[in-house]
């Protein structure tokens, strides 16, 4: 049985996003925030794990030197428009990283985000999460990866604030980071990885 990713699970009551805060700060799991709702985030199966791994892998080291950071799903991302607080497994932060209070561990300024789909999350992700992520005045790309089959979709923020998806399915696929300049092969991100008949 996979173990699902960053669905919210549990729901608890209505608290103010200085009550979650202080209570994510000293809690030893993650929990995301919207409108005074506060989700349980749950484990990662083992594909997701194997693509997180394969994208560090091949990320980080291109990045090293660089204005551009990449950190992982323990980086707490705020939206102050929609008051999210979310863990992507995945954000590019270029330049000096902005913060939306004096703790500074709610981080507003990526410039990408990348989040690892299961099954329980594809449409969270793809639809109402991505809508919450567009309302982030400094993301340009938003890149989503699925773990049960092979396909990751880019979005990219045109000037003008549309964004133009761009889809790929095949292994043999490449796609390129435009904000860090940097193509990644499908075939890399998905290495070793296994899918349910």
């Known amino acids: 049985m996979e173990n699902e990713v960053k669905e919210p699970a549990l729901k608890y009551s209505f608290v103010s996003p200085e009550e979650y805060l202080a209570t994510e700060r ?10 005074g709702e506060v989700f349980a985030m ?58 939306s209070d004096n703790e500074k561990d709610n981080f507003i300024s990526p410039s990408v ?7 329980s999350t594809r449409d969270y992700d793809r639809g109402s999460k991505f809508m919450l992520y567009r309302q982030i005045p400094s993301l340009k790309e938003y890149i989503t990866i699925d773990s049960l089959s092979v396909n990751v979709e880019v979005w990219k923020r045109n000037p003008d604030d549309s964004w133009v998806l761009h889809d790929f399915r095949l292994i043999t696929d490449s796609f390129t980071i435009s904000t860090i300049g940097f193509t990644l092969q499908l075939s890399d991100i998905y290495e070793d990885v296994t899918f349910a008949e």
């Open 26 to 35: 000293a809690a030893q799991q993650k929990h995301e925030y919207f409108k």
């Open 42 to 99: 749950s484990g990662a199966s083992w594909e997701h794990n194997l693509i997180v791994k394969n994208i560090n892998t091949q990320v980080l080291p291109f990045l090293k030197g660089k204005d551009c950071n990449l950190f992982g799903s323990d980086l707490r991302i705020h939206i102050p428009d929609n008051t999210l607080y979310t863990y992507p497994d995945f954000s590019i932060i270029c330049g000096p990283p902005l913060t």
């Open 113 to 119: 985000l990348i989040e690892v789909l299961s099954k």
